[in-house]
């Protein structure tokens, strides 16, 4: 059974630092490509970034580039967003989701499995 | 940047036929994938490639794409498909999600 389980949310001052992690298991995590995706109160999803099955390809949504760093441990089965900088807009609910490929740029990319979520305050 | 277009609501009555659309330029040549998110929950996929639904997905979600119109359609819709629906394609190395529908069911 594939299992995401994200942790590391909680509030933070603006300008501050985060380090989210998505801890892994029920399926070879260095065979898929591996995503964060956020959801601000009442609002829709926003994909943030992915990395690709073996971790050589990143990529970022425009709105936290330079900001937030993605990377996997891919002995640990884990994936952590590093995010810096912080903006009162960045305050989400923000998934782990593993996706359906490998590679991040599949054409056919989907996201099959989600985790519950871990919440992100940017607040003073 | 590429953007996908929802309507923001559609209601439908109990058994009857509910449609969700996502617009965008050249989409049909792209592959449209549909997720489901109830209050509280994380988003499940209905529906990917354009026309597959993952093991588990009741037979009534079905989807479309051409043109630069994806359809989700939902057939003798239940209450239990209240719920946000939304649309995502890939574009440039970017996973790109439509803003939402929320489909009432009444």
């Known amino acids: 059974e594939v299992q995401l389980l994200e942790s590391g949310g909680g509030l933070v001052q603006p300008g501050g630092s985060l380090r989210l992690s998505c801890a892994a298991s029920?399926?070879?995590?260095?065979?898929?490509?591996m995503n964060w995706v956020r959801q601000a109160p009442g609002k829709g999803l926003e994909w943030v970034s992915g990395s690709s099955g073996g971790g050589g390809t990143t990529t970022y949504a425009d709105s936290v580039r330079g900001r937030f760093t993605i990377s996997r441990d891919t002995p640990r089965s884990t994936l952590d967003l590093q995010m810096t900088a912080l903006r009162p807009e960045d305050t989400a609910v923000y998934y782990c989701a593993k996706a359906a490929t490998q590679s991040i740029a599949a054409a056919d990319l989907y996201l099959d499995y989600w985790g519950q979520g871990t919440l992100v305050t940017v607040s003073s | 940047s590429y953007e996908l277009t929802q309507p923001p609501s559609v209601s439908v009555s109990p058994g009857q036929t509910a449609s969700i659309t996502c617009s965008a330029d050249k989409l049909g040549y792209k592959f449209a994938s549909w997720y489901q998110q109830k209050p509280g929950q994380s988003p499940v996929v209905v529906i990917y490639?354009?026309?597959k639904r993952p093991s588990g997905i009741p037979g009534r979600f079905s989807g479309s794409n051409s043109g630069n119109t994806a359809t989700l359609t939902i057939s003798g819709t239940q209450t239990m498909d209240e719920a946000d629906y939304y649309c995502q394609a890939w574009d440039s190395s970017t996973v790109v999600f439509g803003g939402g529908t929320k489909l009432t069911v009444l």
């Open positions: 490639e354009d026309t």
């Open positions: 029920g399926f070879t995590f260095s065979n898929y490509a």
